[in-house]
T-cell receptor
């Protein structure tokens, strides 16, 4: 079945450091890919998404590119801020599956001043 | 604020009891999804409704059931509760069921603690 694997956390970075959170997936066909973010005590918010190969999703300085050849959707940001501290979830929505999301295990990011 | 509301925010109950979690989707959204977030299982899809009809089922226990009402709000019923049911339960909504990159908007969740 479909699945998502994320790098384990926690990830601790200093402010202005470069961030990469790895995400790989297993799915048949052409799933849609998402990054959601969960701030402490809150629900999940969509950060960015991509629906076809080579698409790049971007938002708030974060980027991720849908790589079909490596089945990956790595999240990057050039310069993190303390306010980026949160848990990041990679997810996919498979074709013909009605939109349900399959999530990775989440990666906790802590940014220190 | 995503526009999805969930009540109650917190729920503490005892083993063997039954609880009902409520979700109101964003205005105009016809599809409602329920997810469970626990430390050992992570975020798991439970069930989806679209315009009152069940559309997809995930890892939902037989002790759990859900429905979507004509006004599109949804309820998740959890019965014969066990300690392991303690988790954060999220509701999400989307416009339809295309699944083609459609964004799901999540509520703030209901934190259930079973003692």
């Amino acid at each position: 079945g479909n699945s998502v694997t994320q790098m384990e956390g926690p990830v601790t970075l200093s402010e202005e450091a470069f961030l990469t959170i790895n995400c790989t997936y297993t799915a048949t066909g052409y799933p849609s890919l998402f990054w959601y973010v969960q701030y402490p005590g809150e629900g999940l918010q969509l950060l960015l998404k991509a629906t076809k190969a080579d698409d790049k999703g971007s938002n708030k300085g974060f980027e991720a590119t849908y790589r079909k050849e490596t089945t990956s959707f790595h999240l990057e940001k050039g310069s993190v801020q303390v306010s980026d501290s949160a848990v990041y979830f990679c997810a996919l929505s498979g074709e013909s599956q009605g939109g349900k999301l399959i999530f990775g295990q989440g990666t906790e990011l802590s940014v220190k001043p | 604020d995503s526009g999805v509301t969930q009540t109650p925010k917190h729920l503490i109950t005892a083993t063997g009891q039954r609880v009902t979690l409520r979700c109101s989707p964003r205005s105009g959204d016809l599809s409602v999804y329920w997810y469970q977030q626990s430390l050992d299982q992570g975020l798991q899809f439970l069930i989806q409704y679209y315009n009152g009809e069940e559309r997809a089922k995930g890892n939902i226990l037989e002790r759990f059931s859900a429905q979507q009402f004509p006004d599109l709000h949804s309820e998740l019923n959890l019965s014969s509760l066990e300690l392991g049911d303690s988790a954060l339960y999220f509701c999400a909504s989307s416009v339809s069921v295309s699944g083609r990159g459609e964004t799901q908007y999540f509520g703030p969740g209901t934190r259930l603690l079973v003692l």
